[in-house]
């Protein structure tokens, strides 16, 4: 399904256009280790390119693609490998054993967030401007979104993340009624203030999945 390599296109193609060079870093699945091939975004390299109509290279490390950014031509664009293969892109320690202390834990996390620095200015270092285009982690305060940000001159949103921006916008401020919200997933705890912000102003609000428990 390649529904949201599409979707990122219009932003990238513009990019292109104006004549900058495209450096794309995203997810494919939840992969708890580096590498795992299953989850390797080389997988669908040559996909964007004929998507994008211009040539995508592909950076097996992202923290090590200096000549990679340095070789790149106007009309031509690079594309990071997975970014969840690094730890520090969710700043979550990994291989901490079962039934490791939360003093362990701590040590863990501490340790994962200062590295983390370090990785998110790697990141920022490629690029003049920060483009974010990815509505669906938006939310999360990832190294590639809020970590790279903090360390750019400039911060935009593309146009995916801008028409999704407007259209919940739309949706919840002048509703067609009778405006109905459908909710799920596993954790409440981030979507009470949701929650109680549409209690307010939808006619019906269903809640399923891990929430209703």
């Known amino acids: 399904d390649d529904t949201r390599i599409r979707a990122a296109m219009p932003t990238l193609k513009k990019i292109i256009k104006e004549g900058g060079m495209p450096i794309i870093g995203s997810h494919m699945g939840r992969p ?5 091939p299953k ?7 040559q996909h964007v390119a004929d998507c994008l109509g211009a040539p995508v290279h592909f950076a097996e490390d992202c923290q090590k693609a200096d000549a990679q950014v340095a070789a790149l031509k106007p009309g031509e664009a690079l594309l990071l490998e ?8 969710e700043g979550k320690p990994r291989d901490l054993a079962e039934d490791a202390s ?27 401007c920060y483009v974010n285009d990815a509505f669906g982690t938006a939310h999360r305060a990832h190294a590639s979104n809020v970590g790279i940000s903090a360390n750019v001159d400039k911060a935009v949103a593309g146009f995916l993340l801008e028409n999704e921006i407007a259209y919940i916008q739309e949706a919840v401020e002048a509703p067609v009624r009778p405006f109905v ?16 912000n549409l209690l307010s102003k939808a006619d019906k609000v269903i809640i399923g999945g891990g929430m209703t428990y």
Do not use: C, H, M
Request: aromatic fraction near 8%; charged fraction near 35%.
């Open 82 to 89: 997975n970014l969840r293969f690094y730890a520090e892109e």
């Open 32 to 36: 708890k280790k580096n590498p795992d």
């Open 102 to 128: 939360d003093e362990e834990k701590a040590a863990a996390k501490k340790i994962v967030k200062e590295s983390q620095k370090a990785f998110t200015k790697k990141l920022a270092s490629y690029a003049d």
């Open 181 to 196: 919200a459908i909710l799920g997933g596993s954790k409440v705890s981030d979507k009470i203030g949701v929650i109680e």
């Open 39 to 45: 989850y390797s975004l080389k997988a669908i390299q």
